[in-house]
Nanobody, 126 residues
Framework: QVQLVESGGGLVQAGGSLRLSCVASGRTFSNYGMGWFRQAPGKEREFVAAVSWSGASTYYSDFVKGRFTISRDNAENTVYLQMNSLKPEDTAVYYC???????????????????WGQGTQVTVSS
């Protein structure tokens, strides 16, 4: 089992920044690729970003590329999502997730992930 706990969400004005953190406990963190997803009310959960187990490879959805940065610190069992230039359409609950699969297809697919956090709310006002 891997337990994931997100933090760092909140209310921010458009153009502002937030940094989300996700701390993992349980099994060896560095064995897992990590992803961030988000879900807005009435919408399906969608892929935001992912990072490979080593941190060497990162993946982004088109709508956050250039604004968000995913990173991880295996010594601290933590994955981060730095979000800059936030837009009202970024408003959602953000979830981190862990997977033992790797590769572009698997990282972008919700069903590839074995463990999920409880989510943290991000609200961007216009």
């Amino acid at each position: 089992q891997v337990q994931l706990v997100e933090s760092g969400g909140g209310l921010v004005q458009a153009g502002g920044s937030l940094r989300l953190s996700c701390v993992a406990s349980g099994r060896t963190f560095s064995n897992y690729g990590m992803g961030w997803f988000r879900q807005a009310p009435g919408k399906e959960r969608e892929f935001v970003a992912a990072v490979s187990w080593s941190g060497a490879s990162t993946y982004y959805s088109d709508f956050v590329k250039g604004r968000f940065t995913i990173s991880r610190d295996n010594a601290e069992n933590t994955v981060y999502l730095q979000m800059n230039s936030l837009k009202p359409e970024d408003t959602a609950v953000y979830y981190c997730a862990a997977t033992q699969k790797s590769g572009t297809y698997y990282f972008r697919t919700t069903t590839s992930y074995d463990y999920w956090g409880q989510g943290t709310q991000v609200t961007v006002s216009s």
